[in-house]
């Protein structure tokens, strides 16, 4: 199995010929016993990086969105035409309309549907299993008592303005013969929510590597309830990016097995 990233907030040193781009946004392509496009980022950049790779789009199978914000979901503007049958696999809370602290709509682009219309639509809230031993893992249960505790972001719910958990916030996990492979966009439902949540879906307690969104952002105690879990639970290689900020980044790195990726790096697992 392969993991590409192709878009996320920094690239990496390259040549010339090959100068990756980033951009506040993630994007991931799984290249295994099938092809999966794991979030579009906020423009063209995924696509960009994608041909750098060498990677043609066109022939992804599954497109999955890991939930319905903009820096996850606009690059479909840029989606290449395909004439392959492509699922697209979501949680249906992604069409929610939402706003972020500044107020400002930061949901799912207003076209949506126009750009969709050639892509087979699952929506779901229950795991869907996309091949045997990969899975979508649906709506994720807020369990522990430190993630998912608070929230800026808002969201129209009869007309009315509620707080916006996002609750759409999904992953993808992938059994492997060393352990689960668990991949995040964001992980607004707690990266250990999530992990917990992959376990209990894919039917295994070992886990190889996490790699995705982790939401560190500023909250020392979730940082430290965080590290705990990881060295309780233990996990073979951890590579926060996007929504991770330094102190997190940092603190992760002192403390775990930790690997950062950025635009243009790409992981190669054996098994």
Same mark, same amino acid.
């Given at each position: ?8 907030d ?25 092809k ?43 989606f ?19 706003f972020s ?7 799912v ?23 045997e031993?990969?899975?979508?893992l649906g ?28 609750? =759409?916030?999904?992953a $993808?996990? /992938?059994?492997?013969?060393?352990? @689960?492979?668990?991949? &995040?966009?964001c992980? #607004? ?7 917990e ?7 295994t =307690?070992?886990?190889? $590597?996490? /790699?995705?969104?982790?939401?560190? @952002?500023g909250?020392? &105690?979730?940082l430290? #309830? ?20 330094l102190?997190?980044?940092c ?12 635009s ?8």
């Amino acid at each position: 199995m392969k993991i590409f990233i192709l878009c996320e907030d920094q690239a990496k040193m390259g040549f010339m010929d090959k100068v990756f781009l980033a951009e506040h946004g993630l994007s991931i392509f799984i290249d295994a016993s099938v092809k999966i496009l794991f979030d579009l980022g906020a423009t063209d950049v995924f696509l960009r990086n994608a041909q750098l790779f060498g990677i043609d789009l066109r022939e992804t199978d599954y497109l999955v969105i890991s939930h319905g914000h903009w820096d996850h979901v606009n690059g479909l503007r840029h989606f290449p035409p395909s004439e392959k049958a492509i699922s697209l696999v979501a949680h249906p809370g992604i069409l929610t309309h939402r706003f972020s602290k500044l107020d400002k709509y930061n949901g799912v682009p207003r076209d949506y549907h126009t750009l969709t219309a050639g892509l087979s639509t699952i929506f779901t809230k229950e795991p869907f299993q996309i091949m045997e031993d990969v899975f979508f893992l649906g709506e994720i249960p807020r369990m522990n008592d430190f993630e998912s505790q608070q929230t800026y972001f808002t969201r129209l719910e009869n007309n009315h303005r509620v707080p916006d958990y996002i609750l =759409d916030d999904s992953a $993808l996990a /992938v059994n492997t013969p060393e352990g @689960l492979v668990v991949i &995040s966009g964001c992980a #607004h439902a707690g990266i250990c929510n999530t992990i917990e949540h992959a376990k209990k879906v894919a039917k295994t =307690d070992r886990v190889r $590597l996490v /790699v995705g969104g982790f939401h560190l @952002l500023g909250d020392a &105690s979730q940082l430290e #309830h965080t590290i705990r879990y990881f060295h309780e639970h233990g996990v073979e290689l951890l590579c926060p990016m996007h929504c991770t900020d330094l102190a997190a980044l940092c603190g992760l790195a002192n403390n775990l097995p930790f690997k950062k990726l950025c635009s243009g790096d790409w992981l190669e697992l054996a098994g």
